[in-house]
């Protein structure tokens, strides 16, 4: 995986046909799709459930790009192996799922993937200053985790000062909630590279009819890019 800082749309499948996830995963990537965005919920650290390892490495040979999997669990450090077995690219764990993040990041690398750090809306960007060594990614939530399809939160200010705490490291900063073509202008502004949709991208298309994914991305993609030039 190369390092660059262009804008990479990553759909959430999340908000697909949960019976089809082979053929959704293929559909948005032919589609135009940079990164595959895979939500781990545990109905614990969120209020909700979705897969684990077994199901993320049935989603692996169909992904060709790169496999972000958002872990939204806790504990993280008893399952680190699972999903590097399980084939993740980049695995994101939260700073508030337990009190040592800074251990789980190094594992993560220790097991030969990229290490994310996700921030609650209720977490300042400073949480992570001492993290920054120890991380490919920081993914900053603009909405509370669980669910697809909520209301974007504007998180602009704590992008802003990430991006310049960064500064020339090699970090992608992730938006995952929200992002649609109004949303995505405001954070691309302010520094982010990766933009995580889950109901944007899928709304109105099907794996029958996905030109309307394409069409959804490529709306995303155009609207951050236009804030940029
Ligand atoms: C939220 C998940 C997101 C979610 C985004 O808990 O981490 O990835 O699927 O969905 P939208 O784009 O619909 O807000
Ligand atoms: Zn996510």
Redesign the pocket.
Known sequence: MSFDRKIKIAP?I??ADFANFGQEIQAIEAQGADWV?V?V?DGHF?PNLTFGPPAVKAFRPHVKTVMDV?L?ITPVDPYIQAYADAGADILTAHIEAGPHIHRTLQAIRAAGMKAGVALNPGTSAESVEHLLDLADLVCV?T?N??????KFIDMTDKVRRLREMIGDRPIHIEI????DPSTAPLVAEAGADVL?????VFKGGSVENPNIYGENIQAIRTAAERALS
């Open positions: 959430s999340l908000s965005h939500d919920m969120v958002h939204m939530m909405v985790p669980g669910f697809g399809g909520q995952d909630g929200g992002v995580v949709a889950g109901s944007a």
